[in-house]
Nanobody, 124 residues
Framework: QVQLVESGGGSVQAGGSLRLSCAASRYTDNMSLGWFRQAPGKQREGVSGICIWSANTFYADSVKGRFTISRDNAKNTVDLQMNSLKPEDTAMYYC??????????????????WGQGTQVTVSS
C-alpha cells in the first residue's frame, strides 16, 4: 500500500504564495504524481503533475505561469510552489500517485493512490 502525506496548506491573502509538499512511501522512477483540488460544490480537477523519471510536467491552464511542480529525489517528495494565489484557488488540495511504464498526465481515473488532502484558502 502506498501512503501519500500532504503538507503546507494554509490561509493566505490574494497575491501571496504557498508551497505544498507530498511525501510518498513508494517513490520510484515509474511513478507519476499529480496535484488535484476540489472546491466546495465543484468537481475535483487536476492542477499539476510530474513524471519522476523524465521530469515531464503538466499544468492546468488556470495555474500556468503561477504554479511550479518539482521533485526532490533525495527526500522522496514532490512540491507544488503556488505564487500569485487567487481566491478561486481556494480548495482542498490532494496529491495522488500512479505507477506504470509511461508518463501519466492529469487524468484523475488513472491515479490509484490518494493522500488525505490539505486545505488552501485564499482571501481577497
Amino acid at each position: 500500500q502506498v501512503q501519500l502525506v500532504e503538507s503546507g496548506g494554509g490561509s493566505v491573502q490574494a497575491g501571496g504564495s504557498l508551497r505544498l509538499s507530498c511525501a510518498a512511501s513508494r517513490y520510484t522512477d515509474n511513478m507519476s504524481l499529480g496535484w488535484f483540488r476540489q472546491a466546495p460544490g465543484k468537481q475535483r480537477e487536476g492542477v499539476s503533475g510530474i513524471c519522476i523519471w523524465s521530469a515531464n510536467t503538466f499544468y492546468a491552464d488556470s495555474v500556468k505561469g503561477r504554479f511550479t511542480i518539482s521533485r526532490d529525489n533525495a527526500k522522496n517528495t514532490v512540491d507544488l510552489q503556488m505564487n500569485s494565489l487567487k481566491p478561486e484557488d481556494t480548495a482542498m488540495y490532494y496529491c495522488a500517485a500512479t505507477y506504470g511504464n509511461r508518463c501519466y498526465s492529469l487524468a484523475e481515473h488513472e491515479y490509484n493512490y490518494w493522500g488525505q488532502g490539505t486545505q488552501v484558502t485564499v482571501s481577497s
